[in-house]
């Protein structure tokens, strides 16, 4: 394939873009130093399997072996958990544009270079600079000037620069008190009416996501959408629950870490929990990581669902199987390894048909993606 004159400002011009060392490395290897949740996939069985929620065995799945399909990025948004704490009708005619969403990403140094400048020259172009809010822990390197050069925030959170539950729940907290800053200046031309948090190994398609927070009233519905990171319910303990003597229940389902959206109805539920350093002393009485903390507020403490959207993609789901024709659905994508037990460790990517770089020149599959999306 070919470059488009999108695809050659987004991704190219003025970036010495393939040179060690330079904007970003196209010879990084696929660092999986993640979250503490998001481990890699293991499989007993000889074939990797495709994930799908619990919930909707017979719904929606991403990958093939039995056939399944991927159905648009609005039928996913349709597929909500019974929740009785919410409305479930499609509340018109309010309309969510790209435009009401507030993007948090969290990152850190060691990741600037490898992760952190992919994201600058593809998906955030997407977006207006007002709705970007990095938060990381240095920021006087070359990558973290592009982005304020570009009008990105860029705030250096007072927390340590490592994956423990502690540091994470520390830069989370001050991703969202952020956002309640941010919401809260009578003075900002921007009402956010969305937060969402996307890891920096994540791939976010804009049009996709639109489409989908199009389908609800982010202003009146108490909304957690993403991915199921687990099938099963998680539990809180009695003795947990005794900080929080007005919870609606013990247990929860949250959403995978790396991609989620909450409406502002119920951002401004959760500010008394989440927001700065209570998200670090939840963590604490939780002892969970912060994507974990989300959820139990959300589910347990305030007695909300998380909506499961499938189309949240990330690392932990089989990448490899996805059809080409699937491919422009997704809200997100990312990139890693899969881990067979017995086998060689297989990457596990995205597969772009006519792509425009080798996998050798685009290890990610960012920048062929992009330019599938933007042709």
Known sequence: ?????????????????????????????LDLDLHVQREPMHHDDDDVKSVRSASHPEGLMLSTEGGARVTSSTEAARLR???????????????SHLGDVYVSIKTTLAHHESRLSLLLHTWLKTLEPHQVHI??????????????????????????????REALCCKSGVEYDLFYN?????????RYSWYCHFDDDMYVN??????????????SERLYLGRYSLHTESQLSNRKLENFPNHKGSSFLFATGAAYCISRALMMEIEPYVRGENMVKNGDIFGYPDDMVVGAVIGAIL????????????????????KSSQLKHLITASYGEIHIKDKPVVKNLLNIPNAVFTVEEDPTRFLSYHCLLYP
């Open 303 to 322: 007695g909300y669902e998380l909506t499961n959207v499938p189309l949240f993609i990330s690392h932990l789901n089989s990448l490899t199987t996805i």
């Open 206 to 219: 804009t049009p996709a996501l639109e489409e989908t927070l199009g389908q609800y009233n982010p202003t």
């Open 1 to 29: 394939g070919t470059l488009s004159t999108y695809c050659l400002h987004s991704v190219l011009v003025g970036e010495h873009l393939f040179q060690d060392g330079s904007t970003i490395s196209l010879h990084t290897v």
């Open 182 to 190: 941010a919401t809260a200046d009578s003075r900002s031309q921007h």
């Open 135 to 164: 938060v990381t822990d240095s920021d006087g390197d070359n990558i973290t000037k592009k982005a304020l050069e570009a009008g990105y925030s860029v705030i250096v959170a007072d927390c340590p620069s490592t994956h423990k």
């Open 81 to 95: 958990s019974p929740n009785t704490n919410t409305s479930t009708a499609l509340a018109l005619p309010y309309t």
